[in-house]
Nanobody
């Protein structure tokens, strides 16, 4: 399984970025895919996730500013980030939670991360 993030970069406060997470090597059912972020010296925090039914959940800190979406085949998951703030500066990680075939257990996979820097 491979998750590859792209779309990070430097943007001014109030600007927008769209992150992409391209998937490959998936031969199992996916429960959710989502995004987390981690700043230096801090824990990795949940940002958003989208389920197999298409329902989305967001952290309070990004609700109304960020939108997660995916294509029907789970080939790519996106995170549209609007009204960016300096506090959004972080490394953003793509996350996939998939069903282990033949079980009721879930397994997590992570991308390598993409840096987002928001200048004031």
């Amino acid at each position: 399984v491979r998750l590859v993030e792209s779309g990070g970069g430097l943007v001014q406060a109030g600007g927008s970025l769209r992150l992409s997470c391209a998937t490959s090597g998936i031969d199992f059912d996916i429960n959710t895919m989502g995004w987390y972020r981690q700043a230096p010296g801090k824990q990795r925090d949940f940002i958003a996730e989208i389920s197999s039914s298409g329902s989305a959940n967001y952290a309070d800190s990004v609700e109304g500013r960020f939108t997660i979406s995916r294509d029907n085949a789970w080939n790519t998951v996106y995170l549209q980030m609007n009204s960016l703030e300096p506090e959004d500066t972080s490394t953003y990680y793509c996350h996939l939670e998939g069903w282990i075939p033949g079980t009721y257990s879930l397994k997590s996979y992570w991308g390598q991360g993409t840096q987002v820097t928001v200048s004031s």
